[in-house]
């Protein structure tokens, strides 16, 4: 058999794995949810989320994947202590899953690409309120088109995946992830300094790092939760496949982790930092909620001169974190045919591309069908169901039934206890 392919050192695999987690759900759902939920209050349970209940599960499937050198689906059956057959459709299910979302988060990685597109030929300058969402609504009811962006998108990221890992995944990450890095700071330091109001930089920043309380309430926690682990991309045998490639030298996986939840969480930060200003410069509310990105910031951007530049560069950014996200959510699949099924990654590549361009045009045909909407079913669905039930079940078996995380006794400890508690409750509330 050939030799497993493995990353070419530690800074290949922060990066590839930074931009496994950095992505639209960091800087696109992150700044909305945080705005709707009350600003620094949920960024404490953000971070509280984070640390107590994410970075464990985290460490722990890198170290998975580490130690078993397979994919999920493998490494669960491998490494269980009992009940291998029954760890290993556990393991096959997060990679399934990774492959559900990745069939929706490209439709939106598609809509970012049209906006750039829109942003560079100059279809997005001087459009007012009404007439920026106008725009919206019809790029949503025009199926071919957003079917053509979702095709682009997928075409790109299998061809990534393609390459190979290190050839393909590895130095893309090694391009995107400091470029994402130097957009972002460039982006916060134009948005505290709009001169239309001065006052709002300050007040965006006591929003996001002086907490109410009052509008923080048990769901605010219950989103933070979900949010961390999402963010994070945890259960979808992402962190599983990308820690199997790691060295077997490599013996400071809870400091990798570290660092990559540190850059995760600085890029949920800063993304929040461009969004803040922006919106309150011009007295929007920051509940404004999903439209944010797509509706009002065009709007916003067309009203000053150096939006001309800066609106092409945001959506490049959006487009960046979403490309390295989505070859992490297709990676798993490949890893698990290579694995097990012995098959050529190219091959792998192919048919899993192929299969989730056909299930995302599914779901664009649907989505204006209003009431039988798939594709926001399908997404209610795993946000709220699918996503908890992989997570918990990784946690329950990180925690008892397997001994990858024996020499990270803290670690273990939250494994085992809290995270399946705080995970459990969520799941609970789902399907309630
Ligand atoms: N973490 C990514 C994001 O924030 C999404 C993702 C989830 C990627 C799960 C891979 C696996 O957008």
């Known amino acids: 058999m050939p030799k497993r392919e493995h990353w070419s050192n530690k800074f290949a695999f922060v990066m590839a794995t930074g931009g496994a987690a950095i992505g639209l759900g960091s800087i696109w759902r992150f700044p909305y949810v945080c705005g709707e939920n009350g600003g620094a209050a949920f960024l404490l349970a953000y971070l509280f989320c984070v640390i107590v209940i994410a970075s464990p599960i985290l460490i722990g499937e890198i170290t998975l994947g580490k130690t078993a050198r397979r994919g999920s689906g493998g490494a669960f059956r491998l490494m269980a202590l009992s ?24 439709i939106i990685a598609g809509w970012t690409l049209e906006y750039l597109y829109q942003s560079i030929t100059g279809g997005l300058t001087s459009l007012d309120a009404s007439q920026a969402e106008g725009f919206w609504q019809s790029f949503m009811l025009n199926e071919p088109r957003q079917i053509f962006w979702h095709l682009v998108f997928t075409l790109i990221v299998v061809a990534v995946i393609f390459t190979g890992l290190r050839a393909g995944i590895e130095k893309l990450s090694e391009i ?61 045998g992402t962190m599983t496949a990308y820690g199997s490639y790691l060295d077997d030298d490599v013996n400071n996986v809870p400091m990798l982790g570290g660092i990559v939840i540190a850059m995760d969480t600085i890029v949920a930060i800063l993304s929040a930092l461009i969004i803040f200003p922006i919106i309150f410069t011009y007295g929007l509310n920051p509940e404004a909620g999903t439209g944010l990105i797509f509706v009002t910031l065009p709007a916003l951007l067309a009203k000053i001169p150096a939006g001309l530049v800066i609106a092409p560069i945001f959506y490049a950014l959006l487009f960046f974190a979403a490309l390295a996200s989505a070859i992490s959510l297709l990676e798993p699949a490949v890893t698990h ?36 909407s798939l594709f926001l079913n399908i997404d209610r ?16 078996y990180l925690g008892w039934f397997s001994s990858v995380l024996d020499n990270y006794k803290f670690g273990r400890l939250l494994v085992k206890y809290l995270c399946p508690i705080g995970i459990g409750w969520i799941l609970i509330r789902g399907l309630l």
């Open 337 to 372: 045919l290579v694995d097990e099924h012995h098959w050529q990654r190219q091959r792998a590549a192919v048919l899993v591309g192929i299969t989730s361009i056909l299930l995302g045009a599914l779901w664009i045909i649907t989505n204006s069908l209003e009431s039988k």
């Open 176 to 236: 995107l992830m400091p470029l994402l890095f130097l957009i972002l700071i460039g982006l916060v330091i134009f948005a505290l300094n709009l001169e239309a109001d001065l006052s709002a930089a300050p007040r965006a920043l006591t929003y996001l790092f002086t907490p109410d309380w009052s509008k923080f309430t048990s769901e605010s926690f219950f989103m933070a939760l979900g949010q961390a682990t999402f963010s994070l991309s945890l259960a979808m």
């Open 83 to 106: 009940y291998k057959k029954f760890w290993n459709i556990v393991g096959i299910f997060a990679v399934i899953l990774g492959f559900l979302i990745m069939t929706y988060y490209s």
């Open 381 to 396: 669905f795993c946000s709220d169901i699918l996503v908890p039930v992989s997570t918990l079940a990784t946690t329950i």
